[in-house]
Structures are given as structure tokens and as C-alpha cells.
């Protein structure tokens, strides 16, 4: 399969089109969580939550073309084939429970938004679906997938404006997890999107 390249910078103006094309204020506004699930039915995809593997390592799924996934039946404790279209992202269902992480839950959607946006041109028509693993070797693509998930899910105007906003008074650890919070991600997704732009 080829492979592009996108620079952080393009990155960074592809998560920013993404938002604004959905809600200028998601950018520009107020700091707050991005809703993830409507951003990613707004760009055309549905969302179908499944038990994608028995043991959980798969997290989610873009689906690039009209077919037939697996996935794990927990009623009948077997696979079955189960019929996707074109522009559908599956999230493993464990991830939508009670006590599921949200931080997660809300990237797994995000890095399957990316991909759509960054890699339809290079799987539509090849049957392959791009999908985020547990413990999968990172590749370029799940690479970049993860930077547009992090860039859309914490837009660095947005990072940049609750920094500042919240910085006064707090240690690392407590702006960390009162940023966290804010937009509902993980305090290690936080943590890095900060150390990485040199604001921590």
C-alpha cells in the first residue's frame, strides 16, 4: 500500500478544518470537550458499537468499503460476520460500558476520524480496514491517526487558551488532570499533548 506523509503542522490545519467546518466555536471559542460523536457523524460516517475481538485488542475500526467484519458474538461465544458499509467506524463495545475509560473511549473515536481523514484515498477499494490495536506496532499511518485524534480532541488554540487560563495557582499534576477533564481525555493524553508543544 502507499503511503502519505502529512507534516504536524498539516496536521494540526486538518484538525483545525475539521472542527471549524463543524462549529467555528469548537476552535476559536470557549475551552471545552469536542463532541466527538457528532463531529464524526457530521463528516457523513455512522458509529456501530461491537465486540470487534473476544479478547479486546482491537479498540475500533474504519470501515473503507462495503463488506463483512467479524466480530465476537458474546451471546453465542463465537465469531459471526457481521454486514458494514462504506464510512462506518466500529468501536469496541467494552469501551461503552459503565466503567469504561471515556479518555479512551473519546480517542479511539477521534484516531478512527483521522484516519478517514487522512488514508480514504489509499484503502477505499482495497477490502482493508485501518484499526486501532492494544498492543499494535505503531506504523506511520497509526501514527498519524493518533496526532489528527489528539489535534481534533485538543486543539491547540484551545490547549493553549485553557494553559494559561487555569496555570495560576496549580502544580503540574493538577493542571494536568484539571485539563484532562476539561476535555475529556486522559491525563497521559493530556500530559503529552502538553510536554509535546513545550508547555509543561
Known amino acids: 500500500m502507499a503511503k502519505l506523509f502529512y507534516s504536524e503542522y498539516a496536521i494540526e490545519n486538518i484538525a483545525r478544518r475539521v472542527l471549524t467546518a463543524y462549529d467555528p466555536k469548537l476552535y476559536y471559542g470557549k475551552p ?12 457523513g460516517l455512522s458509529l456501530e458499537y461491537q465486540y470487534l475481538r473476544k ?6 475500526k474504519t470501515i473503507f468499503d462495503d463488506g463483512l467484519e467479524a466480530v465476537y458474538d458474546m451471546e453465542l461465544h463465537e465469531y ?9 467506524i466500529l468501536i469496541d463495545a467494552s469501551l ?17 476520524l483521522a484516519h478517514w481523514c487522512l488514508h480514504k484515498k489509499l484503502y477505499l477499494g482495497t477490502g482493508e480496514s485501518a484499526a486501532l490495536m492494544l498492543t499494535a506496532e505503531e506504523t506511520d499511518m497509526e501514527f498519524q491517526a493518533n496526532l489528527l485524534g ?12 485553557a494553559f494559561y487560563q487555569l496555570r495560576p495557582g496549580r502544580d503540574r499534576r493538577t ?4 485539563m484532562a477533564c476539561l476535555f475529556g481525555v486522559s491525563k497521559q493524553a493530556m500530559r503529552i499533548r502538553l510536554e509535546h508543544h513545550n508547555l509543561l
Open 96 to 112: 461503552c460500558g459503565e466503567e469504561a475509560n471515556t479518555g479512551r473511549f473519546r480517542f479511539t473515536c477521534a484516531h478512527e
Open 150 to 161: 489528539s489535534a481534533i480532541l485538543m486543539p491547540m488554540a484551545q490547549v493553549k487558551r
Open 80 to 88: 459471526i460476520l457481521f454486514p458494514v458499509r462504506a464510512g462506518t
Open 32 to 43: 471545552a470537550a469536542i463532541p466527538i460523536e457528532d463531529l464524526i457523524e457530521a463528516n
Open 175 to 178: 493542571l494536568v488532570a484539571d
Open 55 to 60: 479478547n479486546g485488542r482491537i479498540l475500533g
